[in-house]
């Protein structure tokens, strides 16, 4: 696709339960992010990959939030035993390289709600 | 620490009118500064961006920024605003002091236009 698609695009999870979200970032982006936003809130950073080089988990508010990328493609990131705090909107974006005067180019988000 | 504030969390301004969002930052090298617009159910879309030279941008839709240095601050201006330029819009600061990656988001403020 032309954009970064992300799904699903909405989430309705009980609390406890584990979320996995998908990120397909542009064709040929070699650097991929992951951002939470909540209500009322701008972007918190959560983890970003480049190429093989290890990821940058520095922005993971806690070890129930991975993430994984296969090569240069398709991201997941799982959140395990949602809590009522996890919900938010969760943003992808990509990057042709990586470093801060490259564009980062967003999806849509996924919308995840804990009950 | 790095940080972005946007005092405004609302702003309501006539079809026609001028615009402009305030953006004030704290970062302890050479910032690279952004803005960005996210409309209702849609990702973010870059407006502009300032990395350096010129102080005052040119961006998509009729917008521009000024980064002023002194005040640490990075204003979007729009001489005339349209209906469509209702959203919600997200300043933004990287560089250096933020791996280049991670960039810090504002809490953003959402414009209304009425008619």
């Known amino acids: 696709g032309a954009g970064v698609s992300q799904s699903p695009s909405n989430k309705v999870t009980e609390k406890g339960k584990d979320v996995e979200l998908r990120c397909d970032p542009i064709?040929?982006?070699?650097?991929l992010y992951w951002y939470r936003q909540r209500l009322g809130q701008g972007l918190e950073f959560l983890i970003y990959?480049?190429?093989?080089?290890?990821?940058?988990k520095s922005g993971l508010p806690s070890d129930r939030f991975s993430a994984e990328r296969t090569g240069e493609s398709v991201s997941t990131l799982t959140i395990q035993r949602t809590q009522q705090e996890d919900s938010a909107v969760y943003l992808c974006?990509?990057?042709?390289?990586?470093?801060?005067?490259?564009?980062?180019?967003f999806g849509p988000g996924t919308r995840l709600t804990v009950l | 620490a790095q940080s972005v504030t946007q005092p405004d969390i609302h702003i309501t301004v006539s079809e026609g009118a001028s615009l402009e969002l305030r953006c004030n930052y704290s970062?302890?090298?050479?910032?690279?500064l952004f803005w960005y617009v996210q409309s209702p159910g849609q990702g973010l879309q870059l407006l502009l961006k300032?990395?350096?030279?010129?102080?005052l941008v040119q961006g998509i839709k009729g917008f521009e920024a000024e980064f002023k240095r002194s005040q640490s601050s990075f204003n979007l201006r729009k001489p005339s605003v349209h209906w469509s330029d209702a959203a919600e819009y997200f300043c933004?600061?990287?560089?250096?002091?933020?791996?280049?990656?991670?960039?810090?988001f504002g809490t953003g403020t959402r414009l209304l236009v009425s008619p």
């Open positions: 974006a990509s990057s042709l390289v990586s470093g801060g005067r490259n564009e980062q180019f």
């Open positions: 064709s040929g982006h070699t650097a």
């Open positions: 990959f480049q190429g093989n080089s290890a990821p940058d």
């Open positions: 970062y302890g090298a050479t910032p690279y």
């Open positions: 300032y990395f350096s030279g010129d102080t």
């Open positions: 933004a600061v990287g560089g250096m002091n933020t791996g280049f990656q991670k960039l810090v």
